[in-house]
């Protein structure tokens, strides 16, 4: 089944950019109607969404973090990637990768997450 | 933005307990909700889509249902596995942004 796996430093100074992969085994990042999503989870608190790509690199983010982050694909790879610039102790959270499957209903649709990956610890501090 | 709150944010209850964990978004979903689990140190678990479909592999003490703004999730009978924090999500078709609940923390009593 789809394993999905996160890499990256897991300490990053203030201000400096953290870069996150997530590695996709098990199925390909460009079979079906899946878009692949980044969320976070601060120490003792609840899961915050951070934004989405589709393997034909089409993106969405969320309002509050859009102009400090960029998600990208490689389809090659069978990877996306989380780039979270200009960041602050407040950015100190377990990142999660995640694959979102589309359910299409009558007159609508919705995704929700049916794959996680285990998380990495990112730090920020100098 | 539509938000969810859950309640209760927290919850003590003993093995063999029927729990019932709510969600209420602030604008109507349809059915389009769906629930996670989260064990300290794990990523989160699916357990419930379309407010209460049960994902392949879940317990069928789990259940979930509502439609609209309100929506709950229900264990039957509390096994010593099912202590853990429980998040409920929707998906914004308007503004394609996700959205979870604030965490129902279950603990043992």
């Known amino acids: 089944q789809v394993q999905l796996q996160e890499s990256g430093p897991g300490l990053v100074k203030p201000s400096q950019t953290l870069s996150l992969t997530c590695t996709v085994s098990g199925g390909s990042i460009s079979g079906g109607s899946y878009y692949w999503s980044w969320i976070r989870q601060p120490a003792g608190k609840g899961l915050e969404w951070i934004g989405r790509?589709?393997?034909?690199?089409?993106?969405n983010y969320h309002p509050s973090l859009k102009s400090r982050v960029i998600i990208s694909v490689d389809t090659s790879k069978n990877q996306f990637s989380l780039k979270l610039s200009s960041v602050t102790a407040a950015d100190t959270a377990v990142y999660y990768c995640?694959?979102?499957?589309?359910?299409?209903?009558?007159?609508?649709?919705?995704?929700?997450?049916?794959?996680w990956g285990k998380g990495t610890t990112v730090t920020v501090s100098s | 933005a539509i938000q969810l709150t859950q309640s209760p944010s927290s919850l003590s209850a003993s093995v063999g307990d029927r729990v019932t964990i709510t969600c209420r978004a602030s604008?109507?979903?349809?059915?389009?909700l769906a629930w996670y689990q989260q064990k300290p140190g794990k990523g989160p678990n699916l357990l419930i889509y379309d407010a209460s479909n049960l994902e392949s592999g879940v317990p069928s003490r789990f259940s979930g249902s509502g439609s609209g703004t309100d929506f709950t999730l229900t264990i039957s009978s509390l096994q010593p596995e099912d202590f853990a924090t429980y998040y409920c999500?929707?998906?914004?078709?308007?503004?394609?942004?996700?959205?979870f609940g604030q965490g129902t923390k279950l603990e043992i009593k």
């Open positions: 604008q109507g979903l349809s059915s389009a």
């Open positions: 790509i589709y393997s034909s690199g089409s993106t």
């Open positions: 999500q929707q998906f914004n078709t308007y503004s394609q942004m996700h959205s």
């Open positions: 995640a694959r979102e499957v589309l359910r299409l209903r009558p007159g609508d649709y919705y995704y929700y997450m049916d794959v």
